[in-house]
């Protein structure tokens, strides 16, 4: 941050100024250090979201996370915790904007077949 201070125009909030320097930061040491596969893409209308069951118990939420492939995980931060468009998630990670939709529809089908595989663990155990 304090190598880019001078691009800081103060038109905004100097934490989301910040945050987008850590993030995108984040963003190019993953692509220096490894190599990641986007997988193929589907089209956004087949993207539904499904299962609305109950939770049964609590959950540890980066435990779930920390279960995704890589592509998934990345997607799905930049999404819903950084906030970022699909578009700027695909101009950030150089993939198609679809491909952004699938990667966050996969990753979110994958937790909730991970949340509950392991309710369905905690219910056995349990009885």
Same mark, same amino acid.
């Given at each position: ?36 596969? +986007?997988?193929?893409?589907?089209? /956004?209308? &087949? =993207?539904?979201?499904?299962? @609305? ?5 609590? #959950?540890? !939420? ?21 906030? +970022?468009?699909?578009?700027?998630? /695909?101009? &950030? =990670?150089?993939?198609?904007? @679809? ?5 966050? #529809?996969? !990753? ?20």
């Amino acid at each position: 941050m304090f190598k880019s201070v001078e691009s800081f125009r103060g038109e905004g909030a100097l934490e989301g100024w910040a945050r987008r320097i850590v993030v995108n930061e984040c963003l190019n040491f993953i692509k220096s250090h490894k190599t990641i596969f +986007y997988l193929d893409e589907v089209n /956004a209308s &087949a =993207l539904e979201e499904v299962y @609305e069951e109950t939770v049964v118990s609590d #959950f540890n !939420a980066q435990e779930l996370l920390d279960q995704l492939p890589d592509p998934y995980r990345m997607v799905f931060n930049l999404y819903v915790i950084e906030e +970022y468009s699909h578009q700027e998630i /695909a101009d &950030a =990670l150089n993939i198609s904007v @679809e491909a952004s939709k699938t990667q966050l #529809f996969r !990753a979110k089908e994958k937790m909730r077949k991970i949340y509950f595989k392991q309710q369905k663990k905690i219910k056995n155990e349990l009885v």
